[in-house]
């Protein structure tokens, strides 16, 4: 079998450090912008009953 480390599937740490998931998942302010603009388009509001 083929060792993990030579095949297109990456290890990932367990622990995920708190700075990490800041650093990755909080949106850039052009990414806040862009999500912004898209709010203004009736089309991609999200139908409220």
Do not use: C, H, I, N
Not at 26 to 48: S, V, W, Y
Request: charged residues 25%.
């Amino acid at each position: 079998m083929t060792s993990v480390d030579l095949t297109a599937y990456p290890r990932f740490a367990r622990v995920v450090s708190a700075w990490e998931l800041v650093e990755v998942f909080t949106p850039t302010d052009a990414e806040m912008e862009a999500a912004r603009g898209r709010m203004q388009d009736p089309k991609f509001r999200t139908p409220t009953w």
